[in-house]
């Protein structure tokens, strides 16, 4: 092995260390929002509507630092997907949208649906004929 290749190798191995620690800093980061989530969920009033849209928010906001810890490990094109719908989801489940920003979202919805379709090794059709019928 030449220098030039032990040199991409070390740094290859260092960018995988990093992703790893930027990782275990967003569990980390996750686990702690879980815990505090709890407590303030536990205090709220759940006889209002804007309690249950919290809850929502909050457990939207947890799966999402969790896919991003997967895209960071993974790196695959579905895990970017995966983030990006639940980061759309997200938004779509905000009681305050207007008119536009639905339409922005189903169209950012789609157009992930086609990306995973056309840009990955099993598309979502294939997904659904595997799942038996009854």
Same mark, same amino acid.
């Given at each position: ?6 040199? &991409? ?16 800093? @967003?569990?980390? !980061? ?6 505090? %989530?709890? @407590?303030?969920?536990? +205090?709220? &009033?759940? %006889? ?16 999402? +630092? ?34 536009? &920003? ?7 919805? @789609? ?11 099993? !598309? ?11």
């Amino acid at each position: 092995m030449n220098i030039h290749q032990h040199i &991409d190798h070390m740094w290859r191995s260092a960018i995988t260390i990093l992703e790893k620690l930027v990782a275990l800093a @967003v569990v980390v !980061g996750v686990m702690m929002y879980s815990l505090q %989530s709890i @407590v303030v969920l536990v +205090g709220m &009033d759940w %006889s209002l509507t804007e309690t249950y849209y919290e809850l929502i928010n909050r457990v939207l906001a947890i799966i999402i +630092g969790l896919e991003l810890v997967r895209m960071l490990i993974s790196h695959s094109i579905a895990a970017v997907l995966e983030l990006l719908a639940f980061v759309i989801a997200r938004k779509m489940l905000k009681p305050d949208l207007e008119s536009v &920003d639905v339409m922005a979202g189903v169209l950012a919805f @789609v157009a992930l649906m086609a990306a995973r379709h056309y840009f990955t090794e099993s !598309g979502f059709l294939d997904d659904e004929r595997k799942i038996p019928h009854s």
